[in-house]
């Protein structure tokens, strides 16, 4: 197995591997191409066994890391000892989410999907929220405009969610725009009566759907309407015999609201090493300082 770079990649055998393998769109070159800063591939010269490897660069150091919108990364193939050597040779360092556990030991994380021959059933509260949307006059309209939902996202969530900032939200937009290009985008918005109260954006792709972001106004919430659009999409992919995929989360009231909508625990795993020179990692730990000071003077 040998590390090919992206622009070395051919991109039409990575793909067709992804596929073949039952990979989820997290793996493909048109989204990490959109959400990466740099990526390359461990893979053999048939295209047959292989990983995709997102990475940064600092100071000269490589290191390992899960995109923002990338829930794990995965192996395709059979598990090969000398190419899992091969990767933590190339990075020193890493922090990366694995949908398997690679590595072995890996820290688990949890996330929700349906399937589709198994049993759905919504909690009362899910029930609740349903019945109120359903009185609300509110309506959900699917579309293809990506940038009205992107602002509710700035305008509501972030004040709230530090990770959504100037740069995660560009990604998102050049994200979206990929999935837009290569047709596997939903988009689904609510309204009352002319007044767009908010969205949710899915990918469909392969044998899954795939919940990827959403953010409504304080009367959409209040009304149900992230229930009622998550409920309807859930609905559709299950009389399709597909999986609903709730993303990936590791908020616990998040969780909790996957599976009020009857979702079931899949695990995957987190990785971290580091072998980088000692001079890298303490500058690495005065910038995490740093930081830390700043946001404590931003709350005071």
């Not at 890996?106 to 929700?112: C, K, L, S």
Request: contains cysteine.
């Amino acid at each position: 197995m040998r590390i090919v770079q992206r622009h070395e990649l051919d991109v039409v055998r990575w793909d067709k591997l992804v596929a073949d393998s039952s990979g989820t769109v997290f793996s493909c070159s048109f989204y990490l191409d959109a959400v990466s800063e740099n990526w390359c591939v461990l893979v053999d010269d048939a295209y047959t066994a292989g990983i995709a490897l997102p990475y940064t660069v600092k100071l000269g150091q490589k290191t390992l890391y899960t995109p923002f919108f990338v829930r794990y990364i995965e192996w395709f193939g059979q598990p090969d000892k000398n190419g899992v050597l091969l990767i933590k040779q190339q990075f020193h360092r890493a922090d990366i989410t694995l949908r398997t556990d690679l590595f072995s030991k890996g820290e688990r994380i949890v996330y929700q999907e349906i399937l589709p021959d198994t049993t759905w059933k919504l909690n009362e509260q899910s029930k609740r929220m349903l019945k109120r949307f359903d009185q609300s006059g509110l309506v959900l309209v699917e579309s293809t405009e990506t940038i009205e939902i992107v602002q509710v996202i700035e305008e509501e969530l972030t004040s709230r969610v530090s990770s959504l900032n100037k740069q995660s939200l560009e990604l998102l937009n050049k994200l979206l725009a990929n999935l837009n290009r290569v047709g596997v985008l939903r988009v689904v918005k609510s309204y009352d009566q002319e007044i767009l109260l908010g969205g949710a954006f899915f990918i469909y792709h392969q044998d899954r759907l795939i919940y990827l972001k959403s953010a409504f106004k304080e009367k959409g919430r209040k009304e149900g309407a992230m229930y009622a659009i998550m409920n309807k999409q859930i609905a559709a992919t299950r009389s399709s015999g597909r999986v609903f995929d709730f993303g990936g989360s590791r908020v616990e009231s998040v969780r909790r609201f996957n599976l009020n909508l009857g979702g079931d625990d899949v695990y995957y795993y987190r990785f971290t090493w580091d072998s980088s020179p000692g001079w890298f990692r303490m500058l690495h730990l005065l910038r995490q300082f740093s930081r830390s000071r700043r946001s404590i003077r931003t709350k005071m």
